[in-house]
């Protein structure tokens, strides 16, 4: 092999595998002399990724040898690899032209002319479906490739192959991209980058007919009108949210504005956004510098963040009113291109599916979101026709139709279908939009389009342009709201205090970014543009109100402020957005609170309470009807103990408090309550929102039914009159309550006063004592403390030490007796007579002759059969009793003896042991069990 071969090989392996040969000598010349013995540059290259073999090493020792011939010059011989890939004078120079090298371009075979044509057919295939799918191939081969040289062997390349191919064309594409010697395996780098890297520029379509494959080319595509390659970028600028200039910084050290062509594209390329060659060429003729091959990509940049609506020298012009763009205005609306039949027959079939969706309500969305990935809105068109054909009432829709249909709403910048702009069509045929009064409604992306190709709008404009509705539309004001307009700047201020309040809307965030100085003062243009920000709707006449309330033109001079001397000059007023603000947000809060916390708010005044039913309809008064429902909802709620807001958060997507009346109506059936047209209407009524009259403000309507009823007292299931405490407190009663609280808490005392008695002494301090007390939820007042404490402290040589073995023995005489162990023939105490334990008797009801003998009979079959079966009854029926005061319902019971077994002779039988066993409170299943398991009652 020649030397020039072999530096070709070492380049080819270095692009590869991504050596770094210059890091590899680094250890062997600690002086960075660039020079090391030939041993080293051999064990070197040994140790690095290529595959040499001695010969070649021995070609390259020879090769970079110094002139004294001891030593190598291996900074020689990586320079010279390195200026293949980047040169180093490229900094100085930035206009020098760097080699351009394909690596992926092997020696491949020769075929013979029946397998050139065969690999000509299955490429052309192969490279026409990979562009429809939007293939990856190249991780179907990596998992094979272990030494990471980009060869794989000929069975695992035919194995991993993506695609259906014949034995043939597997045959010919191994030979095609076999390098070298066969050992050296299929270079599946090579295949994939021509799979994916077709060298035509033009389409092919598979057309397969007599086994031959022909070759359609599509015609070119026609430029729409009024759209240009700067459109569709700033277009995609405009979605994305992507900042240009980004990319370009790595290509222009010095920032002149200026990078070469290749750099151009590159970023271009790096953004994600998508060019064809031609639209590149018309960029490079629109910023190109002529005789140069250097392109204006600062003025490129520019031109496309005007659509953000900030030009580069807005910060000296700070008062020119910008406009950010919108991608009604880049995009167009839909192909004009499209037949007048082709339009007919869309219109046909977007009647037939109004029609079916007025019917059937569908709810498709997520079947088109499920095929859109990346969240932009459009899908392609066989998923389109596909997801309407089975949701639309397919049957009755044709290929043509469904294909009319796709063809109107395709975008036609890259012939995806907008399946949310039909869908915002359907959904304003089922649901009109109602407008509320006086706010102005914009539209946003939905476009405004006829079928007749005309806009559906009064203006006059091109039909085939995307237009975004600015305009407000006010449509008759509802019942419930007031005159919109003040008349004063009073009534005005009010307004807005009132706004303020229903939207908790800070004004102040709406001016500060046109104050960057904090001067206190801004333009009337920006002061309007912060109101509209803010969502607050003005008239001409109560701006100009608001302008002359808060206009100051005696303090520019004396203040210095720059831009608004520029205003004056312009005569224009100045308006003092602070003063404005803190009038406005006087109904939270007045400012300087801070410096005097102990001063008083004054509360809002009267007229700001009286209007606030003209605000929104929730704060009016109820009518007679509406609250006997409110009732009604609020009983069901409470004795079923049913949580309602869960059911309607599932609608509220944005988390505002608001759902559609549809989603309203759907809540109430879905919890039971009772949903008919009157109620209906009665409750959107009162709870719809003010400026989306479709809405209904759910919130308000469960803090209204919730709420607790001043009138409805809350009723204990069983009241205990608590034991007024005696004047004097004896030991004795003392040491009663103890074990009273010890036998109902099942307290072991020795395992809360074990841990601070390390040696077994008997003994603890008084204070840890109280504390151990205190912990297992026991209070003692003063003067029981003092009671244990002179009883309890009877140590001789520490008289601040209690004897807790001795309290603990005293408290578990409740449950047994000490020494009880070793003589079993002792009787314990009742615990009954050593505490204050008075457990209720429930006094069964006496019932008549006939029932008092079908109760007896049928306790004592129930007690022979606990005693024959060793029934346990009572765990069951004690799972029913939450809150644990000895009753459950009478069909708990019921269902607990179907459970358990137990029948009864007759339905008056089970009725009348039900009565005996029976309060008003439910049934006695504590006195039924004992009466079982005894006998007796």
């Not at 520019?556 to 402020?561: F, H, N, P, Q």
Request: proline fraction near 5%; charged fraction near 30%.
């Amino acid at each position: 092999m020649s030397y020039e071969a072999l530096f070709e090989e070492i380049v080819k392996q270095t692009h590869i595998k991504g050596i770094r040969i210059g890091e590899f000598f680094k250890d062997f010349d600690p002086l960075r002399s660039g020079k090391c013995t030939p041993t080293q540059f051999a064990r070197t290259m040994d140790r690095s990724a290529y595959i040499l073999s001695p010969e070649d090493i021995q070609m390259l020792i020879h090769t970079y040898m110094d002139d004294e011939g001891k030593l190598v010059c291996y900074k020689r011989f990586t320079d010279e690899i390195e200026n293949e890939f980047v040169r180093k004078d490229l900094t100085s120079s930035p206009t020098m032209a760097t080699r351009s090298r394909n690596f992926t371009q092997g020696r491949l075979p020769t075929l013979s002319d029946q397998e050139e044509n065969i690999y000509t057919d299955t490429m052309s295939f192969l490279q026409d479906l990979v562009a429809q799918r939007r293939m990856t191939i190249m991780e179907h081969f990596q998992d094979h490739d272990r030494l990471k040289n980009h060869h794989i062997t000929a069975p695992q390349f035919k194995r991993c192959m993506p695609f259906s191919l014949k034995d043939q064309q597997l045959n010919v594409l191994v030979k095609k991209y076999s390098d070298g010697k066969p050992t050296d395996g299929v270079n599946y780098f090579q295949f994939v980058h021509d799979v994916s890297n077709p060298p035509v520029t033009r389409d092919f379509v598979p057309q397969w007919g007599n086994g031959t494959l022909t070759e359609t080319v599509k015609p070119p595509k026609q430029q729409i009108e009024g759209y240009n390659v700067l459109s569709k970028i700033r277009a995609y600028v405009l979605k994305k949210q992507v900042r240009f200039l980004q990319f370009f910084t790595d290509f222009d050290k010095l920032r002149s504005g200026i990078c070469r062509r290749e750099h151009f594209r590159t970023a271009i390329g790096t953004s994600g956004i998508s060019l064809t060659g031609e639209e590149l060429d018309q960029l490079d003729q629109m910023y190109g510098i002529e005789g140069d091959s250097r392109i204006r990509y600062k003025q490129f940049v520019d031109d496309v963040n005007e659509v953000f609506g900030t030009p580069s020298d807005l910060e000296k012009r700070p008062l020119d009113t910008t406009s950010r763009g919108t991608l009604g205005n880049l995009i167009p609306a839909r192909s004009p291109l499209l037949s007048e039949q082709t339009l007919q027959l869309a219109n046909q079939t977007l009647e037939q599916i109004y029609a079916y969706a007025r019917n059937h309500r569908p709810l498709t969305k997520p079947y088109f979101q499920s095929f859109d990935r990346v969240n932009s809105g459009q899908i392609t068109p066989a998923h389109f026709r596909s997801t309407v054909f089975s949701h639309y009432g397919g049957s009755a829709l044709t290929d043509e139709m469904l294909k009319a249909l796709g063809d109107y709403y395709t975008d036609p910048t890259n012939d995806h279908v907008r399946y949310l702009d039909f869908l915002s069509d359907v959904e304003e045929q089922i649901i009109p939009l109602e407008r509320a009064a006086g706010a102005v409604i914009f539209e946003g992306a939905r476009r405004t389009r006829s079928m007749d190709g005309n806009q559906a709008s009064s203006s006059q404009q091109d039909p085939y342009k995307s237009q975004f509705v600015q305009t407000a539309h006010r449509p008759p004001m509802p019942e419930f709201r007031a005159e919109a307009k003040a008349r004063n700047i009073t009534e005005l201020m009010e307004k807005l205090k009132l706004s303020q309040l229903r939207d908790r809307v800070r004004f102040s965030e709406f001016f500060k970014d046109f104050d960057g100085l904090r001067t206190g003062l801004i333009s009337p243009t920006r002061f309007r543009s912060g109101l509209v920000t803010g969502k607050i709707e003005l008239s001409d006449r109560e701006y100009e109100m608001l302008v002359n309330a808060y206009s100051d033109d005696d303090a520019l001079v004396s203040r210095g402020v720059t831009s608004a001397l520029d205003d004056r000059v312009q005569g224009q007023p100045v308006i003092k957005w602070v003063e404005f603000c803190q009038d406005v947000e006087s109904i939270f809060t007045v400012s300087g609170l801070e410096k005097t916390p102990t001063r008083q708010m004054p509360p809002p005044g009267l007229a700001t309470l009286r209007s606030l039913d003209a605000i929104d309809p929730v704060y009016s008064e109820k009518s007679p009807e509406l609250v006997k429902l409110l009732d009604e909802y609020h009983v069901f709620v409470t004795t079923r103990r049913v949580i309602m807001k869960p059911t309607f958060q599932a609608f509220d997507k944005h988390n505002n408090g608001r759902i559609t009346k549809q989603q309203f109506t759907q809540s109430l059936n879905t919890l039971g309550m009772r949903v008919d047209a009157k109620a209906v209407e009665e409750l959107y009524k009162h709870y719809r929102d003010m400026k989306v009259p479709m809405d209904v403000n759910y919130l308000a309507f469960l803090r209204d039914v919730e709420k607790e009823k001043e009138e409805e007292p809350a009723v204990p299931l069983q009241t205990v009159k608590k034991r007024a405490k005696p004047e004097t407190v004896t030991f004795e009663e003392t040491i009663r309550r103890l074990r009273t609280m010890t036998r109902q808490r099942h307290i072991k005392w020795s395992e809360f006063f074990v841990d601070f008695d390390k040696m077994r002494s008997g003994y603890i301090p008084s204070e840890r004592f109280r504390a151990m007390a205190r912990n297992a939820g026991l209070e003692l007042s003063e003067d029981e403390w003092s009671l244990l404490q002179a009883e309890y402290c009877d140590h001789p040589e520490r008289p601040n030490f209690i004897n807790h073995a001795r309290f603990a023995d005293d408290m578990d005489v409740v449950f047994t007796i000490k020494g009880f162990d070793t003589n079993p023939h002792l009787t314990p105490p009742d615990p009954l007579s050593l505490t204050n334990a008075n457990p209720l008797k429930h006094v069964l009801r006496s019932l008549e002759n006939e029932e008092e003998a079908l109760v007896r009979s049928a306790v004592d079959k129930l007690h022979s059969l606990v005693k024959r079966r060793n029934l346990f009854m009572k765990p069951h029926l004690q799972d029913f009793d939450r809150l644990h005061n000895g009753h459950i319902t009478v069909n708990q019971f019921r269902g607990s003896c179907g459970t358990l077994g137990v029948t009864f002779e007759s339905m008056e039988q089970q009725e009348a042991l039900i009565r005996k066993f029976s309060d008003k409170l439910g049934f006695l299943y504590r006195e039924f069990v004992d009466a079982c398991e005894t006998g007796k009652y």
